[in-house]
């Protein structure tokens, strides 16, 4: 139905977010690529990478690794269990629903600021708790265990709502009749979870994943403030410097190497999903 | 839904369940007022704090405001104008971008969607080094403008792919009327589709103004001499700042949001940001 001029028109209204991306996205990746591979006097070189290694050690590669797949869990667990309830109709569920996402909106430096007072270790609240249960106050931030715990429990308080969002879409397209079935055939809930609910929005958990595993890898803010020790991010953060930025760059080049191959690993779980469904249609 | 849960009195375990993640919820929120009214000899200037403290003074407000009047509002404003910016900017390029997408064949609207979300794994702090320095010689070095330009980077993929889910629920006949009485390709764009497409377009604008408001990582490389709201919060919550005004301030960027977020709760039905994805 459409005419070749209209679809050129349509082309012609994308081109300005297009370039816009090109722009300020690809070119400066290629950049911050570029850069790495570079001294400041401008000679080809690895320099840039031997001096992050030397500096850093491969601690904030180890750390960052660690943070993505423990608040990953955290986040997809409680996600799931809101979601599911969130599923079922029942009295109230709107003024849930609407309670469950405010953290969605609490900027992350302030969630940050937030957990970094509650769990001082002077003046916080996470110790009166402990003390009122007759238990021992912990220095949160003096291993690294505690602070590790501390980031986690901030970062899942904030992110967890859109991890929720995305897995009640998708929990709510899978048929009630599945569930019946299931319980007709004897089915307890754990093996409905694991025999229905998971392959069925193995889609929406690859969405889920790519967004918030993304952004964690990203993780910096929260980090800041409540990690003392090094993460992909906070490392080229303390290299970044105006006068001479290939040594960040390095850190940086380092952390999109990262995030891209996660990303490549969601998207094939993606693509499989889908072979899996049509197979199944 | 599902016929297990229909029974009365299992209802009882959700209001159990909501009534815990609720108060996982607002238990920080809680904290965070507390601290920003109860007076500081209860809060964090007590070894362990009482729970609930029994002293309040608005001494703590008045601090915040006194001393660091001038730079409140400079980073308040800022940070305002660059929410405004990002938002704006990002439905201009995102409606046009997404009415586009709804016109041309599916396999090339995938591509570009495709490549539009690419952009968002990019790392922030990758691209916000050369950025920076790119802007250092243009002059946007420390603007709101410039900051707004790179923060609608993390935006612009995400409002193209809200609007063109509210977009695909217009019905298309209506457009094709519109043509049939002799309207252009332009004028069924401005006359006939934006107007039905307005509850997408308010969300992704609200949505952007949202995580403008949020970001971090650009401002505190591209906007580090006079801050945003983020960035202040930081500077007086780390050791060298006065964290009782940190805390004043954190409880002053998050009221505006509370209230925005549960606007948006009725337009983020996780449905509209997974439409354009799983397609």
Redesign the interface.
Same mark, same amino acid.
């Given at each position: 139905?459409?005419r070749w001029?209209?679809?050129w028109? +349509?082309?012609?209204?994308?081109l300005?977010?297009?370039i816009?991306?090109l722009y300020?996205?690809?070119?400066? +990746?290629l950049?911050?690529v570029y850069?790495s591979f570079h001294t400041a006097s401008g000679e080809l070189s690895t320099y840039n990478y031997r001096f992050v290694l030397s500096t850093f050690g491969t601690s904030p590669i180890i750390n960052t690794f660690v943070v993505t797949a423990s608040a990953l869990l955290l986040q997809f667990t409680?996600a799931f269990?809101?979601a599911s309830?969130l599923?079922?109709?029942?009295r109230?569920r709107g003024i849930?629903? +609407?309670?469950? *996402?405010?953290?969605?909106?609490?900027?992350?430096?302030?969630?940050?600021?937030?957990?970094?007072?509650?769990f001082?270790t002077? #003046?916080? $609240?996470a110790?009166?708790?402990l003390?009122?249960l007759h238990l021992k &106050?912990v220095d949160w931030t003096g291993s690294y265990g505690t602070s590790l715990l501390v980031l986690i429990l901030a970062d899942s308080?904030k992110n967890t709502p859109?991890v929720?969002?995305?897995?009640?879409?998708?929990m709510?397209t899978i048929p009630?009749d599945l569930?019946?079935q299931a319980?007709v055939d004897g089915a307890g809930p754990i093996s409905r979870f694991f025999h229905i609910t998971v392959p069925n929005m193995l889609?929406?958990i690859a969405?889920a994943l790519?967004i918030r595993g993304?952004s964690e890898?990203?993780i910096?803010?929260m980090a800041?403030?409540l990690f003392p020790h090094e993460l992909l991010?906070t490392m080229?953060?303390a290299l970044?410097d105006?006068v001479n +930025?290939y040594p960040?760059?390095a850190?940086?080049?380092i952390?999109?190497a990262f995030?891209?191959v996660f990303?490549a690993l969601v998207m094939f779980m993606r693509s499989r999903q889908g072979k899996v469904s049509s197979n199944g249609k | 839904?599902?016929?297990?849960?229909k029974g009365p009195r299992s209802?009882y375990y959700?209001?159990i369940?909501?009534a815990i993640?609720?108060f996982?919820? *607002?238990i920080?929120?809680y904290?965070?007022v507390i601290?920003a009214f109860a007076s500081p000899s209860q809060?964090?200037?007590?070894?362990?704090?009482?729970?609930i403290p029994t002293k309040f003074t608005l001494d703590n407000l008045r601090a915040a405001f006194s001393g660091y009047g001038s730079i409140l509002i400079a980073a308040f404003y800022k940070s305002l104008e660059t929410a405004f910016i990002v938002a704006s900017i990002a439905i201009l390029?995102?409606f046009?971008?997404a009415?586009?997408?709804t016109?041309?064949p599916y396999r090339i609207s995938n591509l570009?969607l495709g490549?539009?979300f690419f952009?968002?794994?990019?790392?922030?702090?990758?691209?916000a080094? &050369?950025?920076?320095?790119?802007f250092?010689k243009i002059g946007l070095y420390d603007s709101a403008l410039g900051l707004a330009?790179?923060q609608?980077?993390v935006v612009?993929?995400l409002t193209?792919f809200l609007i063109t889910g509210s977009l695909e629920s217009v019905p298309r006949t209506l457009e $094709?009327q519109a043509r049939v009485d002799g309207a252009t390709?332009?004028q069924a764009l401005y006359r006939v589709i934006f107007p039905l497409a307005v509850p997408g377009v308010v969300a992704a604008f609200l949505l952007s103004w949202?995580m403008s408001?949020?970001e971090?990582?650009f401002a505190?490389?591209i906007s580090p001499v006079h801050p945003t709201? &983020?960035?202040l919060?930081?500077l007086e919550?780390?050791a060298r700042g006065n964290?009782f005004t #940190?805390?004043v301030f954190?409880l002053l960027?998050?009221i505006p949001?509370?209230i925005?977020?549960?606007i948006?709760?009725k337009f983020?039905?996780?449905?509209y940001?997974?439409a354009g994805?799983?397609g």
């Open positions: 139905m459409v001029k209209d679809e028109t +349509a082309y012609v209204l994308m300005p977010a297009i816009y991306v300020l996205a690809f070119i400066p +990746a950049e911050a850069g409680v269990m809101v309830l599923s079922k109709p029942f109230g849930f629903s +609407a309670i469950f *996402l405010i953290p969605f909106g609490v900027a992350t430096i302030v969630t940050g600021v937030l957990f970094h007072d509650i001082s002077f #003046g916080g $609240y110790n009166t708790v003390l009122d &106050p308080w859109i929720t969002l995305v897995l009640l879409s998708g709510v009630s569930y019946a319980m889609g929406f969405i790519m993304i890898f990203n910096f803010a800041l403030l991010t080229t953060y970044f105006t +930025a960040a760059d850190g940086a080049t952390l999109l995030v891209l990303a | 839904m599902v016929s297990e849960y209802k959700f209001y369940g909501g993640f609720s996982i919820v *607002l920080p929120l904290f965070l601290i809060t964090l200037g007590a070894y362990y704090p009482p729970l390029l995102g046009h971008a009415y586009g997408l016109k041309i570009i490549l539009l952009s968002t794994m990019i790392p922030s702090l990758t691209i080094i &050369p950025i920076s320095s790119t250092i330009l790179a609608e980077l612009l993929p193209v $094709y390709f332009i949202l408001w949020d971090f990582t505190v490389i709201l &983020p960035i919060i930081y919550s780390t964290i #940190g805390t954190a960027v998050t949001v509370i925005l977020t549960i948006l709760s983020l039905r996780g449905s940001m997974s994805i799983t």
